[in-house]
């Protein structure tokens, strides 16, 4: 009897608590409280997007005009959401082998922020740049990639130019130049290579072009001419006045030697192939040793330079050099006559090639004997400080074929 009642008092009991046992399982049950949150979310949304006001009371007045307050909360919270967004979006690092380098997009706000070693994205998506920034500006030392990852610049900057010394290369990560720069441009010592790697030019720079003392090497690295250069080109006028064996010292190059007929004269034309000139050798009757020195240089070009301005034609010449000093027709004379063939071996020039009576006394030595003086071209001479410039073209105005330079006092 005692055990049927304790089982009567248990049941009891059990009965009394099931039913706040199966609502404490319901509550504390995941379904329950996903609902229970989801609703209020929805709930508070609900109330959050009806910006319809109720009364007076549920307006700003500004100045005449009256805001819904809850039009104005939403504002306020979907500016604030979309900011965080953003903010959120610059601020993602680059994790990996970079050790967590800062990494931005080229546009982004907060690379105008940063101070410090970062990467930069490009347009596209690649990076583009990695190394110092300084108040949104690349300063500093860094790199410069391309969209294959080849390093196209290596070296320092400043406020996103090239300054000071760096390396610049081709597109196949060639070295195209090292040395210095100043504002993008080669400016200082540098040395200039070719796309397969060989030195084309070692000396000074100014805004691009070299400028000053350097030195020119051939297609195979080595060294063909010593000496200044100015507006990208060699100063040719300084050959004038020397002797072939201090011509050669500056020119290290292939060279082949026209001679005069004893009938002709004793004059001499040495061409200098390896870098685009010859120049006429006359003996100075008043020296003691009657040695021969350079007194005509013909630049075997039909650009000519000053500074930045560039002439292919006679009109711009003369805007460079003023009036000239003469003009007209002249038959030509021994140098002209090497130049004007030498050119129409390349192609056609001129009036085409002159009829020349030539002896082969070696591969780099030629005798002339005789040419024809009846051809003429016409020539614009123009006076520059102690130099005579004369363009030689087919007619009169157009552009020229080659230009010569000699001192103003021979003729």
């Known amino acids: 009897m005692g055990q049927n009642l304790f089982s009567v008092l248990f049941s009891s009991i059990k009965s009394k608590f099931a039913s706040l046992v199966s609502k404490l399982r319901l509550l504390l049950s995941w379904d329950f409280v996903r609902t229970r949150i989801i609703g209020r979310i929805r709930d508070?949304?609900?109330k959050l997007f009806d910006v319809r006001p109720k009364n007076k009371d549920d307006y700003y007045t500004v100045f005449r005009w009256m805001i819904s307050k809850r039009l104005a909360y939403l504002i306020i919270i979907v500016v604030g959401v979309l900011s965080i967004w953003y903010i959120t979006s610059s601020l993602k690092l680059f994790s990996g082998s970079s050790g967590g380098i800062p990494t931005y997009s080229y546009n982004s706000f907060m690379l105008r922020l940063a101070d410090d070693k970062v990467r930069i994205k490009a347009k596209s998506g690649y990076i583009a740049y990695e190394g110092q920034v300084s108040k949104g500006y690349v300063t500093g030392e860094g790199k410069l990639f391309s969209r294959d990852g080849v390093v196209l610049y290596s070296g320092?900057?400043?406020?996103?130019?090239?300054?000071?010394?760096?390396?610049?290369?081709?597109?196949s990560g060639a070295v195209r130049y090292k040395g210095n720069f100043h504002a993008n441009l080669?400016?200082?010592?540098?040395?200039?290579?070719?796309?397969?790697?060989?030195?084309?030019?070692?000396?000074?720079?100014?805004?691009?072009?070299?400028?000053g003392e350097g030195k020119l090497f051939d297609s195979g690295g080595n060294p063909v001419y010593e000496g200044t250069f100015a507006s990208d080109e060699i100063i040719y006028g300084e050959l004038l006045g020397k002797t072939p064996k201090e011509i050669r010292e500056k020119y290290l190059g292939k060279q082949k030697l026209y001679e005069e007929n004893e009938d002709l004269g004793s004059d001499a034309v040495i061409h200098l192939s390896d870098i685009n000139a010859l120049y006429l050798a006359k003996g100075d009757g008043a020296a003691t040793d009657d040695e021969?020195?350079?007194?005509?240089?013909?630049?075997?070009?039909?650009?000519?330079?000053?500074?930045?301005?560039?002439?292919?034609?006679?009109?711009?010449?003369?805007?460079?050099?003023g009036e000239p000093v003469y003009e007209g027709y002249s038959s030509v004379i021994l140098p002209e006559a090497v130049a004007i063939n030498i050119l129409n071996d390349r192609q056609n020039t001129l009036k085409g090639r002159i009829n020349m009576d030539t002896t082969m006394v070696y591969s780099d030595d030629v005798v002339v004997n005789s040419f024809d003086q009846q051809y003429t071209v016409y020539i614009y001479t123009f006076r520059r400080g102690d130099l005579n410039y004369s363009f030689v073209c087919n007619e009169k105005g157009g552009n020229f074929a080659f230009y010569e330079i000699q001192s103003g006092g021979d003729q």
């Not at 320092?156 to 597109?171: A, Q």
């Not at 010592?189 to 070692?202: A, D, H, K, S, V």
């Not at 240089?297 to 006679?314: D, P």
């Open 44 to 46: 508070f949304f609900v």
């Open 156 to 171: 320092t900057f400043e406020k996103n130019r090239y300054e000071g010394e760096g390396t610049l290369s081709y597109e």
């Open 186 to 211: 080669y400016e200082g010592q540098g040395t200039l290579f070719r796309p397969n790697g060989t030195r084309e030019y070692e000396g000074t720079f100014f805004e691009g072009m070299k400028e």
């Open 292 to 321: 021969m020195k350079a007194v005509n240089v013909i630049v075997l070009s039909n650009v000519f330079r000053s500074g930045r301005l560039e002439a292919r034609g006679i009109e711009v010449v003369k805007q460079i050099l």
